[in-house]
């Protein structure tokens, strides 16, 4: 079955920073790639996501670049604020109806 | 538009018991799909209905089943509980299955089995 792998576990970055957030996936079937955010105690929150025929997707300050070559997928958060504080999870879909793997989250934290 | 709904959204059971969750979808989602999230395992698939019927199974054991009604509401059953279920478990609801379809998750209901 699919396996998704993220990294790094945990970003600390200083507000305006640039944060970067790096999934690989092992099918290469999979062609769905959504990201969620998730705060404490709320539920995942899907911010983006991207298709295997587009190889980059921006929304404000928010990218995801897709290389299907490599089997890996990236979030890219620009001018980070304290409020994108949460944890990250990437997910691979697609090969299996709506089925998403998802990747073990990273703990973003935004010092002020 | 109201979101995805989940009730109850807090549960304490005791081992042995059963439990039945309900997750009723955004108003012309027919697809919802279940995920267990635990500290350890992370967000793992459990099922997905269509139509009133399974399209998808997760690796969970027989003792966690479900099924979704015509107006697409899903309830999720886990029998002889164990204290490994203790998890929050969401539901995602989407116009249909299959990677064209944005997921869009419930709050969650947080279960603990003592």
């Known amino acids: 079955g699919e396996n998704v792998e993220q990294h790094p576990s945990t970003l600390s970055v200083q507000e305006g920073d640039s944060a970067v957030i790096k999934c690989t996936y092992s099918?290469?079937?999979?062609?769905?790639f959504p990201w969620y955010k998730q705060e404490l105690g709320k539920r995942p929150q899907l911010i983006i996501d991207?298709?295997?025929?587009?190889g980059e997707k921006k929304d404000q300050r928010i990218a995801v670049t897709l290389n299907k070559t490599a089997k890996h997928f990236s979030l890219h958060i620009t001018e980070t604020q304290p409020e994108d504080s949460a944890v990250y999870f990437c997910?691979?879909?697609?090969?299996?109806?709506?089925?998403?793997?998802f990747g073990q989250g990273t703990i973003l934290t935004v010092h002020p | 538009k109201a979101g995805v709904t989940q009730t109850p959204r807090y549960l304490i059971k005791t081992r042995g018991q059963q439990v039945t969750l309900s997750c009723s979808p955004i108003?012309?989602?027919?697809?919802v799909s279940w995920y267990q999230q635990t500290p350890g395992q992370g967000l793992q698939f459990l099922f997905e209905?269509?139509?009133?019927?399974?399209?998808n199974k997760g690796n969970f054991p027989g003792r966690f089943s479900g099924r979704q009604f015509s107006n697409s509401r899903s309830e999720m059953n886990v029998s002889t509980l164990e204290l490994g279920d203790s998890a929050l478990y969401l539901c995602?609801?989407?116009?249909?299955?299959?990677?064209?379809?944005?997921?869009?998750f419930g709050p969650g209901t947080r279960l603990t089995v003592t």
């Open positions: 995602a609801s989407s116009l249909a299955p299959g990677p064209s379809y944005e997921q869009y």
């Open positions: 099918d290469s079937a999979s062609n769905y």
């Open positions: 991207i298709r295997s025929n587009v």
């Open positions: 997910a691979a879909g697609g090969t299996s109806y709506g089925k998403l793997t």
């Open positions: 108003s012309g989602h027919r697809s």
């Open positions: 209905y269509f139509s009133e019927t399974q399209r």
